[in-house]
């Protein structure tokens, strides 16, 4: 594990910033947990000026010896049965040059302590069934598989294209 990771949450309307959030994404879109399809050019252009006006949108980028190694997305939702509000990943990457590392969790432990700050009951997020080595990185971090009961079993992650 290096000693040298910084995490540094994003400025969306920072040029500078704005360009590694692109690069750490787009890297993502390309790898095969990422769909393997690069980001579309319209997307690039536009991306963090939405991400500027979403209200719940927040980022951080982790720097190894200060090269931008992993990037997290997330967005702050409710719980209703908490009657608090949640923060959910919506991503979380890390380039290959710098896994097992420890950014992902650097990345993870900022979102904590930012949710906590922000009275959050609780962190959200979706990974592929497929990907054994993030599943482990966020069972180490303390994330669980939800369920309410055994009888009820484990939440299933659902989508429709729009």
Known sequence: MSN??????????DSEDAAMLIGLLDMYARDPMGGAQALDEQVKA??????????????WI??????????LNAFKGYST????????????AVDPAFRGQGVGQMLLD???????????CKLTLEVLSGNQVAQRSY?????????LSA????????????
């Open 4 to 13: 040298n990771i910084v995490v540094k949450k994003v400025n969306y309307q």
């Open 81 to 92: 049965f908490k009657a608090r509000p949640l923060m959910n990943v919506h991503d979380i």
């Open 139 to 147: 069972q180490h971090f303390g994330f669980e598989q939800y369920a």
């Open 46 to 59: 536009r991306l963090c000026s939405d991400l500027a006006q979403h209200p719940g949108a927040v980022s």
């Open 62 to 71: 982790a720097f190894v010896d200060n090269n931008p190694a992993g990037l």
């Open 151 to 162: 009888e009820t079993g484990q939440a299933l992650f659902m989508q429709k294209w729009l």
């Open 110 to 120: 900022a979102l904590e302590k930012y949710a906590q700050h922000a009275g959050c």
